[in-house]
Structures are given as structure tokens and as C-alpha cells.
């Protein structure tokens, strides 16, 4: 038996939020399951999932570019290296 499509919102904060839902595999089985049937078929939630997909690829790709000993938080001491390294 077929489920039905979710009603696509107007709310774009809406779509966004569960686009990044999706997008982050925080949904349950059955929920993906129904939200990929209405994706078959809406193209402003393809759309938010696209979009949302090029921030998590553009994210990862700067913390790739990081060194690997992070910089430190605000309000946290940072230690001081010795010139000789």
C-alpha cells in the first residue's frame, strides 16, 4: 500500500528545517520513507535539500582546510609555545 505524499508547507522556515532533518539522516525509516515519496514529486523541498547539501559540503570542505590542532574557543586560555617550538 502506497502512502501519501506529504503536503508541501508555505512556511519556508518549515521546509528548511525539514530539509536539514532529512539531509542529516535524523529521521526515522518510515519518515524518510514518506518525505523521498514527496520529493519525487515537490520541487521546493528538492530545491531545500539541494541547497542544504552545498552548505554541509562547503562546511566540511573549510574544516578540511583547518590545521590540525584547531583554533581555541573565546574565553578559554591558549598556551603559550616556547620559541624553540
Not at 526515522?28 to 520513507?33: I, K, L, V
Not at 515537490?42 to 542544504?52: I, N
Amino acid at each position: 500500500m502506497n502512502k501519501p505524499a506529504l503536503p508541501c508547507t508555505a512556511d519556508v522556515a518549515a521546509i528548511e528545517e525539514i530539509a536539514e532533518i532529512y539531509a542529516l539522516k535524523r529521521m526515522s525509516a518510515s519518515e524518510s520513507e514518506l518525505f523521498e515519496d514527496h520529493l519525487l514529486v515537490c520541487p521546493r523541498c528538492q530545491d531545500a535539500v539541494d541547497e542544504f547539501d552545498l552548505f554541509l559540503s562547503a562546511a566540511r570542505s573549510a574544516l578540511a582546510e583547518y590545521p590540525e590542532e584547531r583554533p581555541h574557543r573565546r574565553g578559554r586560555k591558549v598556551r603559550a609555545r616556547s620559541a624553540s617550538g
